[in-house]
């Protein structure tokens, strides 16, 4: 408990509460190991609503704000045309369907329905916790025909807006139906009326700012994942959103925040600590400025990690030719050395 007690005054929230677990294994009855668990389950993924005073209040929401530079392909000295436009070059499943560069957040726990109550005490099997828009292998090339379920789900959706119309549950079905099969205009209609019934719905919200993402809209993306944020949705998918449309409308000063944010709040090991991904966005770094030492120390690390020592040493001797007075290059110098 000791222990336990020491990770959580440095904050080092997930090694506490694996020690908890492990007291709690052994005495599940005890209040203080449970109460510390939580404060530690609390306090990682805290968001403290000062640091929101990082960005100037008078820019952060005003939708007035002019780009420091041309977004691409608009300059009249490099403008090229397009040759597809950003919906067809989404990336796509196996199945065909396309993927989101982009995650919607508020989207993954939706509240369980009575369809899923009346599946759960019919079948056997457990009921894993997908939502409706998921598509199984097996089935995912029958949606082109009249009778497979997506198809026939729409109709009972359409027939139950003719009883009850603007029903908001109902047009949040369909939408995700439409976009199912692909027909991404009826998807984002559905979405925009349920906005109209409902202005805080998370996912209509999302849903639309996705769609003017991939439109080449980065703005008017910004904008609704603005209201979203307004909202009091704070989550790293939200943050990496924003972060993206700042990227693609050139407005570069809110850009590294907004991405440094969503890195703090992810705790989700799919969403950071990807090696890999660093490794060759730090190679694209050097591509573009190839004496920059601090990427070469952060490659450095890397590699350290991978278990590549005599790399990580020839990345911190390059880094140290390049800038002799970078501290972190002679610390991890000397410590390769100890080693």
């Known amino acids: 408990m000791y222990l ?48 929101s005073e990082d960005f100037p209040e008078e820019d952060f929401l005003d939708d007035s704000v002019l780009a420091t530079a041309p977004r691409p392909g608009t300059s009249m000295k490099t403008a090229i045309v397009p040759s597809t436009s950003a919906l067809n070059s989404r990336p796509r499943t196996s199945t065909g369907r396309p993927i989101s560069g982009v995650a919607r957040p508020g989207t993954q726990m939706r509240p369980e329905s009575a369809l899923d109550r009346a599946r759960t005490a019919r079948t056997a099997r457990p009921v894993t916790n997908q939502s409706a828009r998921s598509i199984r292998l097996g089935t995912a090339a029958m949606l082109s025909q009249a009778d497979d379920q997506p198809l026939s789900a729409t109709d009972i959706g359409k027939s139950g807006l003719e009883i009850f119309p603007n029903d908001v549950s109902l047009m949040t079905e369909l939408g995700r139906l439409a976009e199912n099969l692909n027909d991404t205009s009826a998807s984002v209609k559905y979405y925009r009326n349920v906005l109209i019934e409902d202005a805080i719905n998370t996912e209509a919200v999302a849903s639309v700012g996705m769609y003017h993402f991939y439109n080449n809209q980065p703005e008017l993306a910004l904008r609704y994942y603005r209201r ?53 966005c730090l190679n694209l770094c050097l591509s573009s400025n190839s004496t920059h030492a601090p990427a070469f120390n952060n490659l450095a690390v890397l590699y350290h990690k991978m278990g590549k020592i005599n790399l990580a040493k020839a990345y911190l001797t390059s880094a140290k030719t390049l800038e002799p007075d970078l501290m972190e290059v002679q610390v991890n110098l000397e410590f390769l050395q100890q080693a």
């Not at 509460?17 to 805290?46: E, F, G, H, N």
């Not at 979203?228 to 570069?252: D, K, P, T, V, W």
Request: glycine content about 2%.
């Open 4 to 51: 336990a007690l020491s990770l959580f005054r440095r904050r080092r929230y997930d090694k506490c509460i694996d020690v908890c677990s492990s007291i709690l294994d052994k005495q599940p009855l005890d209040q203080a190991a449970w109460c510390l668990k939580m404060r530690a389950l609390t306090q990682r993924v805290y968001v403290d609503d000062l640091e």
């Open 228 to 280: 979203a944020l307004a909202m009091g949705a704070h989550s790293s998918e939200l943050y990496n959103n924003l972060g993206l449309c700042c990227l693609y409308s050139q407005q570069l000063d809110f850009t590294l925040p907004y991405f440094q944010r969503a890195v703090d709040l992810a705790t989700d090991p799919q969403a950071a600590g990807d090696v890999q991904l660093a490794v060759q």
